[in-house]
């Protein structure tokens, strides 16, 4: 079945240019009312303009769709505020939350300054959580809701550079988790996207060749999946080049220490064997790790505990 977005209202954030245009763009196309929401900042978040949001707004109703512009700095809680009010006010509902907005000031950890480490979390991981947190309350009254976090693979893996960007990227894996487990019981699906695009962010750093294999529209088809009524939960779905992903955390079955064993030396010694892949399992939440160890040390001692595997 086709997948589509009619009666459904969006917030797509950083949607004025690069993958958040492509994103809302493709929202629309299938049906999607959509909220434009750019700052209009350059790429290291200074400045503002709403032209580029305006002109996707006015690209949007030339192909017969709905849309409205908003330039609200996502970091900064009363201006979601009064983008997802205005939301409201146009629509009556908010559906589906695409956080993309997002800055960079890349600098090697050593001579990176502070504000601008601070500045990149305010955008990244505070303007997500703005966003969603604003619009939270209204997907639990609806029963329904579709959250998705952009993540990255500097974030995931690493990348020199990058400690401010790569900490709010890895932040999203965390409040993903999180929301996935608190927005279960009102069918509010929450996932992430980590993408590789061509974009003002990052055409500098991308081989000329590259660029145009990487374009975001190669992306936003993963993006409209994971907002889908039939949308997963807790994915990380890594795309790029039209190439698609999932990035799983594990954790190994590890080993026991006790009593005088449980040493720092004889970790050292058996750190192969904490580090053995075989019976490594997905866990589903925090207190899953505190019954997995609690259930080991329990069956060395022979002791009977309620909870089970």
Aim: negative net charge.
């Amino acid at each position: 079945m086709d997948i589509r977005f009619d009666g459904r209202v969006a917030i797509v954030t950083g949607s004025g240019a690069g993958l958040g245009r492509a994103h809302a763009l493709g929202l629309a196309a299938r049906g999607a009312r959509v909220v434009i929401n750019d700052l209009g900042a350059a790429t290291d978040g200074t400045g503002a303009t709403s032209d580029a949001a305006q002109a996707v707004v006015e690209e949007i109703r030339a192909l017969g769709g709905e849309a409205i512009a908003h330039g609200a700095d996502v970091a900064d809680e009363a201006q979601v505020a009064d983008m997802v009010a205005q939301t409201m006010s146009q629509w009556g509902r908010v559906d589906i939350v695409v956080n993309n907005a997002g800055i960079l000031r890349d600098k090697s950890f050593a001579k990176m300054s502070m504000s601008d480490f601070r500045k990149v979390i305010d955008v990244h991981l505070i303007g997500s959580a703005n966003v969603a947190h604003a619009c939270w309350p209204i997907m639990r009254e609806q029963g329904y809701g579709r959250v998705v976090f952009t993540s990255s693979a500097s974030g995931l893996y690493g990348n020199f550079g990058q400690a401010n960007y790569g900490a709010a990227k890895a932040a999203m894996m965390g409040l993903m988790n999180v929301l996935h487990l608190e927005g279960a019981r009102d069918n509010i699906r929450v996932n992430c996207l980590a993408p590789t695009a061509a974009t003002r962010m990052t055409e500098a750093l991308i081989p000329e060749q590259a660029l145009a294999l990487l374009a975001p529209e190669t992306i936003t088809p993963g993006l409209l999946y994971l907002v889908s009524e039939d949308a997963p939960s807790r994915v990380i779905l890594c795309a790029g080049a039209g190439c698609y992903a999932q990035t799983r955390v594990f954790e190994t079955e590890g080993i026991l220490l006790e009593g005088g064993a449980n040493t720092p030396e004889e970790i050292a010694a058996r750190f192969a064997s904490v580090q053995d892949e075989e019976g490594k399992r997905e866990l589903t939440d925090a207190f899953s790790q505190t019954r997995k160890y609690a259930r080991k040390a329990a069956e060395a001692r022979g002791i009977d505990l309620p909870w089970g595997a």
